[in-house]
């Protein structure tokens, strides 16, 4: 019986597997079949491995730190069938615009579990959030404050909020993707006094109830020491501002930002690993600074999904530049995933069918779009491919659909999802009359 490669199996999805004819299969479906019924570009998501990664968030946080909670961060894709599978594993989850609200209500998620991120929510967008019964906001800026307050006394309510402070601390990871440092626009800063500030200005809001402190570093990080690092000084504030102030510290929140394997090279650290450096820096900060242990609450994206999605493309035009380079161009690119347009990501490529096959060329896999930053992967080793080959790329489940653009006015890929052979479309592929729809000829 023919298997996915070692890496291959740590970086496709869970029920990924390699068929008797040859082809790569998620969910007991075969991806070249998959892209026959519902052509190309196109992502397959994986039930099964976006319900192992909650249960792994959830039984390994609870594990270390019983009072936690594990809440999915819907920017890295938001969708109502996977927020309704959110909502059945238990997690809580996140939105930072009322866009991703409504993706939140389509599916009935329940507003108490939800927090509204995000560093400039406007008065409609948390007048709808207060409206649907959010459970929390967490607040970015001065003027988030006083708007807030105003919104919620105009609607009668006193709201649940944290404050998300910026730690100053650097987590190593790409300079567009980090959050926590300095200079950013992101949170109140500790450095500079505005942390403490907002304390003191959300606490004497009357329609504000703070429930604690919010940072996130940045994503994806690979390393422990930045969350406790982070943590330690973070709590360390949050009993200067209980002397102060009369904070106090019942909820707590480190952000997200746990690592996902794109490439053998790279492979991340298990959950367990991130699970038990927090609770161990949340335990012994407490202890050190003398605070009562509060509710935990991570905010995983990436986690959650990036594994359980393969996009597949078919190959058009191959070009072999004579000791330059061979430029293999697929009917999706930037449009569908522009992270390594934008970060240099990287990604594993596979053809979809007999994916090992020799000999192989180290080829470089461009996309559709104007741009010579279009690209999907460079210098990448495949078999000898040929026009309509069917590739594939394993870990694309986050930030690659939900940063989608309709650029060169293509349409945004089909999305289905998969489980037990059977595949169902989750959301249907654009049409030309969907780009049409919003402009007035
Ligand atoms: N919490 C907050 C407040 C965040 O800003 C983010 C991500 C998360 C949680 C989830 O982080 P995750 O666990 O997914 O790493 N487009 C970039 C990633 C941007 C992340 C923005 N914030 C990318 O494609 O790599």
């Known amino acids: 019986m023919p298997q996915l490669n070692e890496t291959d199996r740590e970086i496709f999805p869970v029920s990924a597997g390699l068929s008797d004819t040859g082809d790569i299969t998620i969910g007991g479906c075969a991806i070249s079949e998959l892209a026959t019924e519902f052509g190309t570009p196109l992502y397959i998501y994986d039930e099964d491995t976006i319900r192992q990664m909650c249960r792994q968030f959830v039984g390994g946080f609870k594990e270390a730190y019983e009072r936690s909670h594990v809440e999915y961060s819907s920017k890295a894709f938001a969708n109502p069938v996977l927020a309704k599978i959110i909502a059945e594993e238990g997690l809580n989850m996140d939105v930072v615009t009322g866009g991703e609200l409504v993706f939140a209500k389509a599916a009935g ?4 579990r939800l927090n509204f ?4 929510k406007d008065r409609g967008e948390l007048g709808e959030a207060i ?14 404050i006083g708007l807030l307050n105003e919104v919620a006394g105009e609607k009668g309510v006193r709201q649940k909020v944290l404050l998300r402070v910026s730690p100053s601390v650097d987590p190593h990871t790409h300079m567009l993707t980090t959050t926590g440092i300095l200079d950013s626009k992101f949170g109140f800063s500790i450095e500079t006094g505005a942390a403490a500030e907002a304390v003191e200005q959300a606490m004497a809001a009357d329609n504000l109830e703070v429930v604690g402190l919010h940072f996130h570093l940045g994503s994806p990080i690979f390393e422990l020491e930045p969350y406790s690092q982070a943590i330690d000084y973070v709590l360390k504030f949050a009993a200067e501002m209980r002397d102060a102030h009369g904070l106090q510290l019942k909820e707590f929140n480190p952000g997200g930002g746990f690592a996902v394997g794109y ?35 991570v905010e995983p994206g990436r986690a959650i999904v990036a594994r359980a999605g393969v996009a597949v493309y078919k190959v058009g035009g191959i070009k072999r530049i004579p000791n330059v380079r061979i430029y293999v161009s697929v009917d999706g690119g930037m449009g569908d995933n522009i992270r390594p347009a934008l970060y240099s990501s990287e990604y594993t490529v596979r053809r979809a069918h007999d994916p090992y096959s020799e000999p192989t060329e180290t ?12 690209y999907i992967a460079r210098d990448v ?3 000898v491919l040929d026009s309509e080959d069917i590739l594939c790329t394993p870990t694309s489940g986050a930030y690659a659909v939900p940063m989608a653009s309709n650029y060169n006015m293509t349409t945004r890929p089909a999305i289905v999802m998969v489980k037990d052979g059977n595949a169902r479309l ?10 049409l729809a919003t402009s007035l000829v």
């Open 109 to 112: 998620f329940p507003a108490e």
């Open 117 to 120: 991120h995000g560093n400039n």
């Open 131 to 144: 409206d649907y019964g959010i459970g929390r906001i967490t607040l970015d800026s001065f003027y988030e």
């Open 263 to 297: 490439v053998g090279e790279e492979l991340p650290l298990p959950i367990s690993a991130y699970a038990n450096e927090i609770s161990t820096a949340v335990r012994s900060g407490c202890d050190r600074y003398g605070l009562e242990e509060p509710l935990l609450t």
């Open 363 to 374: 080829v470089t896999v461009v996309g559709k779009y104007c741009e010579s930053g279009d």
């Open 381 to 383: 080793d495949l078999p």
């Open 426 to 435: 989750i959301r249907r592929r654009e049409t030309y009359d969907d780009l």
